[in-house]
């Protein structure tokens, strides 16, 4: 292939941004995007409630000061500061240029955009179509990426980053419609794959595959992740599938209702109560559950999502997408029923370690959204502010890759580095390797909800770590029995699980090692904040296999440390 300036891997809200703000920098540079699946069925199309910014619409007296505030505190004080503010300064800008490209936003009367209140918020300020935010977003990038000339090469997916003494020359990528290695020889390289909480996989609001394939390829490559240990549940999924029910649905004023009847959130967050950020919704979930207040069912425990009062009119325009999800996947309509729902993992607040213009340490590469770690999020994200980060942090990355690019020259992508990845591809087909792909994934989605989950413990993460290790030898003589060329699902879903195992171990080794309770990350053994030994950020590295721990230290601006309450 020819020499590119940009090659950007994901096709995501991340991706496209940054394809459209590149052009926009520099209008002749040579730019690809590769997506392994078609562009608008990335995840951020499943994105349901909305996107933060401070437009003061709704709540005349908010500000970006308070956006900024509840996000450091939201993040148990781990985000770094100068980059929350910077997502929550461009926040306002990024919306009306949205606006300008004819994102579709819902409307208040007077003809502004509408903002719903969302958890851990102190006002009204998600901005939202519907509840489709993430599908129309991407509709519109993808339109305005076509127009602006950006090349495309969907079904292709990212196997190696190449790179020559701590410089990018490349990537490659397997041409699912052919089988072919195919080289991308790039000036810089901008990773945009999403996150890698599908992991966890029944047990998961996540796309197939949001298997943090491009954090598994940065990690082989010697660039460090940070803050792995930190996965976001989500208060509510459906209880069957994981399926998600937006936050939206308790902005719009939905209860959480245990079999006494009883809407327990007053015993957690008395203030908040559904509104409160999502460790605390999910955790509480997580108690009545065990503590023996959810339901019982053969489809597991569960708590309730009451709807109802707030009537049909309002569920069918402002919540058209759950009362379809509820009715196919749980058999309920929330106009006559509440829903049955538990926490399911949901985000990945940990990735590729990087500055606010999402520079890496490798020269060249850069990487934005969900499989970056900037950080803006620390140990909780808020709802409503992964939506602005794809878009905010995909823009400055585009932007400074497209500035850097005419500036690098790299050496090129070597006839040997194809061929291995052959050699590679073509040794899982060897019929001497026993192991199936469908066992240890479902393996490894039952020992990490089981042990690496909401509620934590360092014997349970023992265990969880060594399933993980034993998954990852047992990897080794996985097969993939289709050795067919064309559309090779099967080889697919093995290269995916091969990241997932590799991002699994950074995940339980950094929740073993952390010996505190912060956000998302919640240890039984050890239940308070320790700001004096873990207030630092968790530095993942690789070494022949096996996994090196670092710290780096959180960047401070003018809010101290406090403790959160709700
Ligand atoms: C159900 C759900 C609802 C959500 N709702 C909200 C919300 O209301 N508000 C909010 O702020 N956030 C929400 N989020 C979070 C938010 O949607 C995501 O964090 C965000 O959309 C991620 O965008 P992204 O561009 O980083 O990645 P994605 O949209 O996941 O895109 C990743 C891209 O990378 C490509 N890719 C991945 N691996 C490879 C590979 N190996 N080779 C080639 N290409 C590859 C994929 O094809 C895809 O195009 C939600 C998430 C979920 C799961």
Not at 337 to 350: K, Q, R, V
């Amino acid at each position: 292939m020819q020499l590119f300036d940009i090659v950007i891997i994901g096709g995501g809200g991340a991706g496209l941004y940054a394809a459209m703000e590149a052009m926009k920098t520099a209008p002749q540079l040579k730019i690809a995007v590769l997506s392994k699946i078609y562009p608008n069925r990335s995840h951020t199309s499943a994105a349901q409630g909305g996107v933060n910014a401070a437009l003061a619409n709704t709540a005349k007296d908010d500000s970006i000061e308070s956006h900024i505030f509840d996000t450091i505190k939201g993040s148990d004080y781990l985000a770094d500061q100068d980059a929350a503010e910077v997502l929550c300064q461009d926040a306002p800008g990024i919306i009306r240029e949205l606006e300008n490209m004819g994102t579709p936003f819902s409307r208040l009367e007077d003809g502004t955009i509408a903002q719903r209140p969302f958890g851990g918020a102190a006002k009204p300020r998600c901005c939202y179509c519907a509840d489709k935010t993430g599908h129309t977003i991407l509709q519109n990038l993808y339109e305005q990426c076509l127009r602006k000339g950006v090349k495309f090469y969907n079904e292709f997916l990212l196997l190696s980053l190449e790179h020559n003494n701590g410089a990018v020359q490349g990537v490659l990528a397997l041409d699912i419609k052919t089988g072919k290695v195919v080289d991308f020889p790039a000036r810089t390289v901008i990773f945009a794959t999403g996150g890698y909480a599908k992991m966890y996989w029944n047990r998961s609001s996540n796309a197939a595959g949001n298997s943090g394939d491009g954090q598994a390829v940065a990690l082989r490559a010697g660039i460090p992740l940070k803050d792995m240990e930190f996965v976001q549940f989500h208060p509510t999924g459906l209880r069957k599938s994981g399926l998600l029910v937006t936050e939206g649905a308790r902005g719009e004023g939905g209860y959480l209702i245990n079999k006494s009847g009883e809407r327990f959130m007053s015993r957690y967050a008395p203030q908040k109560m559904e509104l409160g950020p999502r460790d605390l919704v999910s955790r509480s979930i997580e108690t009545e559950i065990r503590e023996g207040r959810g339901f019982d069912s053969t489809a597991g425990r569960y708590v309730h999502l009451d709807l109802r009062h707030l009537g049909a009119d309002l569920i069918k325009t402002r919540l058209p997408q759950i009362r379809e999800l509820s009715m196919y996947f749980e058999g309920v309509d929330p106009i006559e029923e509440p829903i049955p729902i538990l926490p399911t993992a949901h985000y990945s607040m940990g990735g590729i370690d990087t500055d606010i213009d999402g520079r890496t340490v490798m020269k060249g590469v850069y990487a934005a959204g969900e499989c970056a770690c900037v950080s803006v999020h620390g140990a909780n994200r808020l709802g409503g502010n992964s939506l602005l980060e794809i878009l905010v942090f995909g823009k400055r990355a585009g932007h400074a890759a497209a500035l850097e690019a005419k500036d690098n020259s790299p050496k090129p992508i070597s006839g040997t580095a194809v061929s291995d990845q052959y050699k590679y591809l073509r040794d899982l087909m060897h019929h001497d390797r026993r192991e199936r792909y469908g066992i240890l994934r479902e393996e490894l989605g039952r020992t990490l909800a089981n042990n690496v989950g909401i509620y934590r413990t360092g014997e349970d993460l023992k265990n969880g770590l060594q399933d993980v290790k034993a998954l990852r030898d047992r990897f080794k003589k996985v097969r993939v029995f289709d050795s067919s060329d064309v559309f090779n699902t099967n080889l697919i879903q093995v290269l995916e699980l091969r990241n997932m195992l590799d991002l699994a171990q950074t995940v339980a080794e950094g929740a073993l090692m952390r010996e505190e309770s912060r956000g998302s990350h919640t240890r039984e053994d050890f239940p308070t904040r320790d700001d004096e030994k873990w207030h630092k950020h968790t530095m993942f590295t690789i070494e022949n296999g096996q996994v090196k721990i670092d710290f780096k230290q959180v960047t401070m601006g003018k809010y101290e440390l406090q403790e959160r309450k709700y």
